[in-house]
Antibody
Framework: QLQLQESGPGLVKPSETLSLTCTVSGGSININSYYWGWIRQPPGKGLEWIGSIYYSGSTYYNPSLKSRLTISVDTSKNQFSLKLSSVTAADTAVYYC???????????WGKGTTVTVSS | DIQMTQSPSSLSASVGDRVTITCQASQDISNYLNWYQQKPGKAPKLLIYDASNLETGVPSRFSGSGSGTDFTLTISSLQPEDFATYYCQHYDNVPPKAFTFGPGTKVDTK
């Protein structure tokens, strides 16, 4: 059974870079049917798509975050990662990773990890 | 940019009720719409894709309809485990690909 697990620091200082990794288990990230994405949810608010990556490294980013965002993939480790630079309190959120299947379905999700931006 | 709205933002219902949630797009999005359920402290769960297709394993009391700009998620007979927040999500499959979520509809107990 495919599982996704987010990991990374729970606290990041303002102006620094937020870095998270999603580890895929129970299946390979190196499959041409899927994209792998990041979604976040600020406290008490709705969901925001951050960006997606294909195993080949091809990426799609939310235009509102694009200038600060880098998503990468490491197929040897079955992981993909998120880096968001110059963070502010507005980037405080639960960050989820998810698999994007056919018909653009986000059908498998990680449990999410809370990131707080604070000095 | 395409904007997604949902109504109502919240509703109160009882077990056994028929519940309808609407999602509206700011322009024609064909059937490029998915629905998710999220319970507190949990990740979202896919319910419906391409506006009306039931995801494998999702109970048949959930159904979706619509195309163009107006979409509906219906729960035919609300069950205790259905109290949650529901989000619609548009996907733009023309590069650059993008996903836009609606603001959500919270279903709580009357």
């Amino acid at each position: 059974q495919l599982q996704l697990q987010e990991s990374g620091p729970g606290l990041v200082k303002p102006s620094e870079t937020l870095s998270l990794t999603c580890t895929v288990s129970g299946g390979s990230i190196n499959i041409n049917s899927y994209y792998w994405g990041w979604i976040r949810q600020p406290p008490g608010k709705g969901l925001e798509w951050i960006g997606s990556i294909y195993y080949s490294g091809s990426t799609y980013y939310n235009p509102s975050l694009k200038s600060r965002l880098t998503i990468s993939v490491d197929t040897s480790k079955n992981q993909f990662s998120l880096k968001l630079s110059s963070v502010t309190a507005a980037d405080t959120a639960v960050y989820y990773c998810a698999r994007e299947s056919s018909h653009y379905r986000m059908d498998v999700w990680g449990k999410g990890t809370t990131v707080t931006v604070s000095s | 940019d395409i904007q997604m709205t949902q109504s109502p933002s919240s509703l109160s219902a009882s077990v056994g009720d028929r519940v309808t949630i609407t999602c509206q797009a700011s322009q024609d999005i064909s059937n490029y719409l998915n629905w998710y359920q999220q319970k507190p402290g949990k990740a979202p769960k896919l319910l419906i894709y391409d506006a009306s297709n039931l995801e494998t394993g999702v109970p048949s009391r959930f159904s979706g309809s619509g195309s163009g700009t107006d979409f509906t998620l219906t729960i035919s007979s609300l069950q205790p485990e259905d109290f949650a927040t529901y989000y619609c999500q548009h996907y733009d499959n023309v590069p650059p690909k993008a996903f836009t979520f609606g603001p959500g509809t919270k279903v709580d107990t009357k």
